[in-house]
C-alpha cells in the first residue's frame, strides 16, 4: 500500500516538472518576454537547457546560453537536481512492487481494500492545497526551507537574471498541477475498488 502511494506521488511529481507546455502557456499568460531580450523561441531553449541539467545524471555542469549562473544560483539548481534524482530514484523502486500488488489485490478481488486508504490519502493534499491557497509566499518560503537548509534559492536578478523568467507565479502554477494530478491519481483506486464491489455484488 505505502509503495502504491509513493509510486503515485513521485509520478505526479515526475509529470509535473517536466511539463514544459505549462511553461510554454505562462511565457504568454505571464509576458515573460517583457523581462528579457529573448524571443519565447530562445527562451524555451534556456529553460530545455535547465530541465536537461536537472533531469540528466551526467550533466554535472549547468551552462545557459543566454543566461549566467551564479555560483549560489549553480548551488540551488545542483540541490534541485538532487531532488529531482530522489523523485525518480523512488518512482523506479516502488513502481514495479505496486504494479504486482495491483494485480496480486485484483486476482484476490481485494481491490475494495484500497478505498479507504486512498480517501484518507486524498484529503493531505487538499489541506495542503488549503494553506498554499490562504497565503502562497509564505508556503513558497516553507517548501524551500523544508527542502533546502540554505538561501541560495533567493536569487538575485542582477547575477541570476534567469530568475526573472521563472517568476513565483511559475511555481504556483506548477502546484497548482501537481495537486490536481495527485488528487486524480488517488481518486483512481477509490474508483476501481468501487467498481470491483459493485462487481462482486
Same mark, same amino acid.
Given at each position: 500500500?505505502?509503495?502504491?502511494? $509513493?509510486?503515485?506521488?513521485?509520478?505526479?511529481?515526475?509529470?509535473?516538472? =517536466?511539463?514544459? #507546455?505549462?511553461?510554454?502557456?505562462? &511565457?504568454?499568460?505571464?509576458?515573460?518576454?517583457?523581462?528579457?531580450?529573448?524571443?519565447?523561441?530562445?527562451?524555451?531553449?534556456?529553460?530545455?537547457?535547465?530541465?536537461?541539467?536537472? =533531469?540528466?545524471?551526467?550533466?554535472?555542469?549547468?551552462?545557459?546560453?543566454?543566461?549566467?549562473?551564479?555560483?549560489?544560483?549553480?548551488?540551488?539548481? %545542483?540541490? *534541485?537536481?538532487?531532488?529531482?534524482?530522489? +523523485?525518480?530514484?523512488?518512482?523506479?523502486?516502488? !513502481? !514495479?512492487?505496486? $504494479?504486482?500488488? *495491483?494485480?496480486?489485490?485484483?486476482?484476490?478481488?481485494?481491490? #475494495?481494500?484500497? &478505498?479507504?486508504?486512498?480517501?484518507?490519502?486524498?484529503? $493531505?493534499? @487538499?489541506? &495542503?492545497?488549503?494553506?498554499?491557497? *490562504? +497565503?502562497?509566499?509564505?508556503?513558497? @518560503?516553507?517548501?524551500?526551507?523544508?527542502?533546502? +537548509? =540554505?538561501?541560495?534559492? @533567493?536569487?538575485?536578478?542582477?547575477?541570476?537574471?534567469? @530568475?526573472? $523568467?521563472?517568476?513565483?507565479?511559475?511555481?504556483?502554477?506548477?502546484?497548482?498541477?501537481?495537486?490536481?494530478?495527485?488528487? &486524480?491519481? %488517488?481518486?483512481?483506486?477509490?474508483?476501481?475498488?468501487?467498481?470491483?464491489?459493485?462487481?462482486?455484488?
Amino acid at each position: 500500500m505505502f509503495c502504491l502511494i $509513493v509510486a503515485l506521488l513521485t509520478l505526479a511529481i515526475t509529470l509535473t516538472i =517536466n511539463a514544459r #507546455w505549462l511553461y510554454q502557456f505562462d &511565457i504568454r499568460h505571464l509576458n515573460l518576454l517583457d523581462y528579457t531580450i529573448l524571443s519565447s523561441k530562445g527562451l524555451l531553449h534556456n529553460f530545455d537547457q535547465l530541465m536537461q541539467y536537472l =533531469n540528466t545524471p551526467w550533466i554535472h555542469k549547468l551552462k545557459l546560453d543566454d543566461f549566467p549562473v551564479s555560483a549560489s544560483g549553480a548551488l540551488h539548481f %545542483y540541490e *534541485v537536481k538532487r531532488l529531482f534524482m530522489l +523523485n525518480y530514484g523512488l518512482l523506479i523502486v516502488t !513502481v !514495479v512492487p505496486s $504494479v504486482f500488488y *495491483v494485480r496480486r489485490l485484483s486476482k484476490q478481488k481485494r481491490l #475494495w481494500t484500497l &478505498i479507504q486508504p486512498f480517501k484518507l490519502a486524498m484529503v $493531505v493534499p @487538499i489541506v &495542503i492545497a488549503f494553506l498554499m491557497a *490562504v +497565503n502562497f509566499d509564505q508556503f513558497f @518560503i516553507t517548501f524551500h526551507g523544508l527542502f533546502f +537548509n =540554505n538561501d541560495a534559492w @533567493i536569487f538575485n536578478p542582477a547575477t541570476d537574471p534567469i @530568475i526573472n $523568467v521563472l517568476p513565483e507565479t511559475f511555481f504556483l502554477h506548477c502546484f497548482i498541477l501537481f495537486f490536481i494530478l495527485l488528487e &486524480i491519481f %488517488y481518486f483512481l483506486p477509490i474508483y476501481f475498488g468501487k467498481r470491483a464491489l459493485k462487481k462482486e455484488h
